[in-house]
């Protein structure tokens, strides 16, 4: 089992940009595929960007590409997500999960979750 913890969250102006970083516990983070998901408030939680266990390949729902780029650092057992040229539809909590099956291709892949942190981007 892994314990993930989210942070960086916070209140920006559009246009501004954050970075999101998801801790791992545990020694096999670098076998997960790793995601990030966000949940408006109101909507249903919605999918963002994956990476796969070996940071092969990286995928993203449309409305951020070119915009949002994730990475993972195995040594550091962290997951981040780059967030540019944020609009004030990008407002929600945003999570973190973890894929054991390292292809981070499905969302019912992602069993582990995170606590979530707040992004507000004020127009």
């Known amino acids: 089992q892994v314990q993930l913890v989210e942070s960086g969250g916070g209140l920006v102006q559009a246009g501004d940009s954050l970075r999101l970083s998801c801790a791992a516990s545990g020694r096999t983070f670098s076998s997960y595929g790793m995601g990030w998901f966000r949940q408006a408030p109101g909507k249903e939680r919605e999918f963002v960007a994956a990476i796969t266990s070996n940071s092969g390949r990286t995928y993203y729902t449309g409305s951020v590409k070119g915009r949002f780029t994730i990475s993972r650092d195995n040594a550091k057992n962290t997951v981040y997500l780059q967030m540019n040229s944020l609009k004030p539809e990008d407002t929600a909590v945003y999570y973190c999960?973890?894929?054991?099956?390292?292809?981070?291709?499905?969302?019912?892949?992602?069993?582990?979750w995170g606590q979530g942190t707040q992004v507000t981007v004020s127009s």
């Open positions: 999960a973890a894929d054991p099956s390292g292809l981070a291709m499905r969302t019912a892949g992602f069993v582990y």
